[in-house]
């Protein structure tokens, strides 16, 4: 590797592989074997699972050791292949690896012994097998140490020391197993354990096993800021038994779902035990990506010494007031309103453009913007159906349109060719995003390409308005794009989300428009705490259909948060007209205790249902 691993964790997220044993098992290993030996007797059925998890996308691969301390070992027989076993668990890793940029992570597990509330001596085995591995283990050359999986503190804070003293130059992860109920063996908090982990000397706390995701979602947020970065590595459900057989039935697309609420709330690493496949692991890789996408290094991006090398000098960006119909009437301070829409799933668009011809003619309604490839699902290209909106072919009324560019399926130069074809095209006003990572969907598997997060594309966008591509060259011509960026109000790791709204502007933002808000007092904070910056905000609306869709995007669609009261009032009405009506008065009062305070309503109709954003926007 050319960084060290905890460098690297502090630029981005990372990812880490799922189960062994459990897949071992499914591949036909027998539960009575001992899974650890399978490095000596098994070693090409060892290799190609850890294969498996590099080719899915995982950043950190454990070695197959996970019970090779004496202790555990001697229980199958082979209490003297210590050393030979733990030596051919990194080397079957490093040999998966190859050379491509995964860390290998040595894995040592409890010794079996109830260290607690075990005699002295019991405790001195404990010590000293764990050692021996250690040593073992350090000796083979890992990039790290993974203590995961033990249930009692003292016996964990006996591994760190342990391993401190053995190889100080390694990076320490310490897991710990933390019950459905969120508590550790003792009672003890994820806080607790958390502090307990730091003093002892770890260099990354976390909860492993256990659990299903949201369970140690919750133990996982409690342990941030505690003093240390945070891993979570949830089992894949509780295991059933089926024909005989201990099966984990978790669906993979809910651990990508949690993967990404995990990184937003401050964990910085995620990733699979028990039951967990290489599946689970591909299905989290979008989520790492996405939240772990990185703006381009000034020299790449607009850095004044890429221009020093080119000799190329920005030039001044059309004034704000003279780039689109929606940024002079922001300029000028006037309400706007957006109706979001989305491209249709097939080659017709004729539907999207009658609906958006409709919003306009309502005379409510300034400017259409339009998803980019929403949920990663695969659509008709957004840029064709803006085109055809601002430039009917038919001769119809023109349709002012916002662009939605997210980040996920374009590489640099695909997103500035993007861009500039945009711009040509006649399109003025930008939404940009950094994207939903590709899950449950038409195309499940596409590769999530990240080059870029939004606030990258900000910087590439704010310099082709200056005249300038991202290397820092002169263009012929310049772009004259009214920059626009998402904010979620609600976000559980709410500074977080403040200070990239600051790197937001500082990129390029001009606009800000935010994630639906059902509660007044959120979107009040925010105002109250960004108002310092400037931007002009556009508070996002989206009226609920039904009590089912309300706990849906609840419960299953990240950055959604609905607080009790308003899903209580859609649980009374249920379903039907009395609950479209309902949602859209929400919706309303939402919008009316804001109005003054920003410069515009950004409507997301449910279903694409245009009459619902019609309605929410008519007086009552």
């Known amino acids: ?69 004496r202790l555990a070992l001697a229980r199958h027989g082979h209490g003297d292949h210590v050393a030979a076993v733990n030596r051919a668990g990194v080397e079957l890793a490093r040999r998966a690896v190859g050379d491509r940029a995964v860390y290998v992570a040595a894995a040592v597990g409890p010794t079996g012994i109830p ?41 964990i804070e006996a591994a760190i020391a342990a391993a401190r003293r053995i190889a100080p130059g390694l990076p320490i992860v310490a897991q710990v197993v933390f019950g ?19 003093a002892a000397g770890a260099d990354v706390i976390g909860a492993n096993c256990g659990a299903g995701p949201p369970e140690l979602y919750e133990v996982g947020t409690r342990m941030v800021g505690q003093g240390a970065p945070v891993s979570v590595q949830p089992n894949a459900g509780l295991p059933r038994v089926v024909e005989g057989r201990t099966l984990y039935v978790a669906n993979p697309e809910h651990f990508g779902v949690f993967a990404r609420r995990l990184l937003q709330a401050g964990v910085r690493m995620v990733g699979g035990c028990c039951g967990t496949t290489p599946e689970h692991t591909r299905r989290m890789l979008g989520a790492v990506r996405m939240l772990g996408a990185r703006a381009l290094p000034t020299r790449i991006v607009g850095g004044e010494s890429a221009r020093a090398a080119s000799a190329a000098l920005p030039r001044e960006p059309v004034a704000l007031a003279a780039r689109s119909g929606l940024s002079a009437k922001i ?18 668009p004729s539907r999207a453009l009658a609906a958006a011809r409709r919003l306009l003619a309502s005379g409510l309604v300034d400017v259409v913007n339009v998803a980019d490839g929403p949920r990663a699902t695969a659509r008709l290209s957004n840029l064709a159906l803006c085109a055809g909106l ?85 263009l012929a011509g310049q772009t004259s794009f009214l920059l626009a960026t998402g904010v979620d109000p609600g976000a559980i790791d709410y500074d977080r ?3 990239r709204l600051e790197e937001k502007k500082d990129a390029g933002a001009e606009l800000v428009m935010t994630q639906p808000v059902y509660d007044p007092r959120v979107i009040e904070r925010f105002l109250d705490d960004t108002r310092s910056l400037g931007l002009p905000v556009m508070v996002g609306l989206l009226p609920l259909a039904s009590h089912r869709n309300a706990e849906f995007l609840h419960n299953e669609v990240p950055g959604m948060r609905i607080p009790d009261a308003t899903r209580a009032r859609m649980a009374a009405v249920g379903s039907g007209p009395a609950a ?41």
């Open 497 to 499: 989300e403040l200070r």
């Open 331 to 348: 300029a000028e301070g006037r309400f706007v309103v957006s109706v979001e829409i989305s491209s249709p799933p097939g080659t017709d």
């Open 390 to 474: 601002e430039r009917p072919a038919d001769g119809g009324t023109s349709v002012e349109t916002m662009l939605h560019v997210c980040c996920r399926d374009r590489n640099l130069l695909g997103l500035i060719a993007h861009l500039l074809g945009a711009h040509a095209l006649g399109l003025r006003n930008l939404v940009i995003i950094t994207g939903d990572p590709p899950k449950m969907g038409d195309y499940p598997f596409a590769t999530p390409v990240y080059d870029l997060d939004s606030i990258g594309l900000l910087r590439v966008a704010r310099e082709l308005n200056r005249g300038l591509d991202p290397g820092g060259k002169e």
């Open 1 to 69: 590797m050319t960084r060290p691993f905890l460098e690297a964790l502090a630029e981005a997220p990372l990812l880490w592989d799922g189960a062994m044993g459990s897949l071992l098992y499914e591949r036909g290993v027998f539960l009575t074997h001992c899974f650890d030996e399978l490095c000596l007797s098994r070693p090409e059925l060892v290799e190609q699972a850890h294969r498996d998890y590099v080719d899915a996308g995982c950043d950190v691969l454990e070695t197959n050791t996970f019970g090779a301390n």
């Open 580 to 620: 479209r009506a309902e949602g859209v008065r929400i919706a309303r009062e939402a919008l009316v205790s804001v109005r003054h305070r920003v410069a515009g309503a950004y409507v997301m109709p449910p279903f694409d249902r245009i009459d619902a954003a019609l309605e929410l926007l008519r007086e009552p």
């Open 180 to 198: 459905p109920d969120g508590l550790a063996h003792g009672g003890f908090t994820p806080e607790v354990v958390a502090q307990r982990l730091v």
């Open 115 to 155: 260290f607690d509330e075990a005699p002295g001596h019991e405790r001195e085995l404990a010590v000293t097998a764990l050692g021996e591995q250690l040593e073992a283990l350090a000796a083979a050359g890992p990039d790290l140490l993974l203590l995961e999986t033990f249930y009692q503190l003292g016996e």
